[in-house]
């Protein structure tokens, strides 16, 4: 795991907190083959910082949290693109079969509307090959990142980065097991929540998701055009060398 930075939370917000965790992340700038994915909806606004510092695309990797009935603020387990579904283990907790299928069903519900919602007509950008830093404002149980990881691990990533600005220090070093390198500038202890380390932390919108992603696909596509009119330019300026 990288050291930590010397840092100063709470961070003002999530813009904030990933231009921290972009500056950790710094030996990965101009890295070839980097994809940033970023876990929605919190963890957009905190990887388009990540992606712009490190000169890499951003999209999405879209997973959801199962919670246990009638307190869902406790994780269950988590589910990802790929129908990948994580388990925490719940000592002496009897959650009913039939319980655990309607919370399956619900959020698998969800987590297709927000493929569709977010992604619109951008074909999802494959991680094959790439060396993916997998991004998310902070990380709590870890329930909700490790079934992302695992996700994005069928993929058959050449390495695979799980980077968030706030974690809990059992949960970061537990992530250690399935991805080449964790990056986490600030694990305070006691930690608490996720939200203590941040000034402001609202709960993003499906609106603020799409305008960060409009937003970063179109200066990737305006840095693609421009790379191509420059290069166009040397071709010209070569053939009429004498």
Excluded at 82 to 111: C, H, T, W
Excluded at 179 to 196: I, T
Excluded at 216 to 231: C, M, N, P, S
Aim: hydrophobic share 45%.
């Amino acid at each position: 795991m990288r050291p930590l930075r010397t840092v100063q939370p709470p961070y003002r917000d999530r813009r904030d907190a990933g231009q921290a965790l972009a500056e950790a992340l710094g030996h990965h700038l101009n890295e070839p083959n980097l994809l940033v994915l970023a876990l929605p909806r919190g963890g957009v606004a905190v990887g388009y910082e990540v992606a712009k510092a490190l000169h890499a695309p951003l999209d999405i990797w879209v997973v959801r949290k199962l919670g246990m009935p009638g307190h869902e603020e406790y994780a269950m387990g988590a589910i990802a693109s790929g129908g990948i579904r994580v388990m925490n283990p719940l000592p002496g907790i009897n959650v009913p079969s039939v319980a655990v299928a309607e919370v399956l069903a619900r959020e698998q519900d969800e987590l297709a509307r927000r493929e569709r919602r977010y992604r619109g007509e951008h074909p999802a950008i494959s991680p094959r090959g790439r060396h993916v830093i997998l991004v998310d404002d902070g990380l709590a149980t870890g329930a909700t990142m490790r079934a992302a990881a695992l996700a994005v691990r069928q993929q058959r990533p050449a390495r695979l980065i799980i980077a968030v600005p706030v974690g809990a220090r059992d949960s970061c070093e537990e992530l250690a097991d399935i991805a080449d390198e964790v990056v986490c500038p600030f694990m305070p202890e006691p930690f608490h929540s996720v939200g203590l380390w941040y000034e402001h932390m609202t709960q993003a919108s499906d609106e603020e998701v799409c305008e960060w992603l409009d937003k970063a696909w179109a200066e990737r596509a305006l840095q693609f055009k421009q790379g191509h009119a420059t290069q166009a330019q040397g071709s010209a300026s070569v053939e009429k060398a004498p």
